[in-house]
C-alpha cells in the first residue's frame, strides 16, 4: 500500500488563547524573543517561532487549560533554562516530579522537560530530547 503523505510535508500553526494582549506581546516578543509578524485585532498576535506560525488569540477569557499547549525542543535544556530566567521568566515546580535544582525533570526514556507559564497562565515548556534528531 503506498504511503500518503498527508499533512506531513506541511508546517504546522500553533495557537494559544490570550486575554492581555499588551502583556503576551511584550512576552512572547521580548522575553521568548520570537519577532511579531502582524497584529490582527481583535482576532490575534502572529508570530514567527522560527519559521512556524504561532497566532495568540484574543480572547475575552480563558476555558480551563490542563497540560502544556506548547513546547519548544532545545538543544541544552540547562543553558535555555539559565538564559530564560535571566530574561524573567519562572520555572514550575512540581511536588509530585523529581526536578534538579533549574526544574527539569528527567524522564523514563532520558529527555528532560522544564515548564513555565506565560502571563494568561498558558504552560508552556522547553525539552530536550536526546533520541530526537532530526
Request: proline share 7%.
Amino acid at each position: 500500500m503506498p504511503q500518503r503523505s498527508g499533512l506531513s510535508k506541511h508546517n504546522i500553526i500553533g495557537f494559544i488563547n490570550i486575554v492581555d494582549v499588551a502583556r503576551a506581546k511584550q512576552f512572547y516578543g521580548e522575553v521568548l524573543g520570537l519577532r511579531l509578524v502582524s497584529e490582527e485585532p481583535p482576532f490575534a498576535l502572529v508570530f514567527d517561532a522560527n519559521g512556524i506560525m504561532l497566532r495568540l488569540g484574543m480572547a475575552r477569557e480563558l476555558p480551563a487549560r490542563l497540560g502544556t499547549v506548547l513546547g519548544w525542543q532545545v538543544p541544552d535544556i540547562a543553558a535555555t533554562v539559565r538564559e530564560l530566567e535571566q530574561s524573567g521568566v519562572k520555572f514550575e515546580r512540581f511536588p509530585q516530579m523529581k526536578q534538579d535544582d533549574l526544574g527539569i525533570w528527567t524522564t523514563p526514556t532520558g529527555s528532560k522537560v522544564a515548564w513555565f507559564k506565560d502571563p494568561d497562565g498558558n504552560t508552556l515548556s522547553i525539552s530536550e530530547h536526546p533520541e530526537w534528531k532530526k
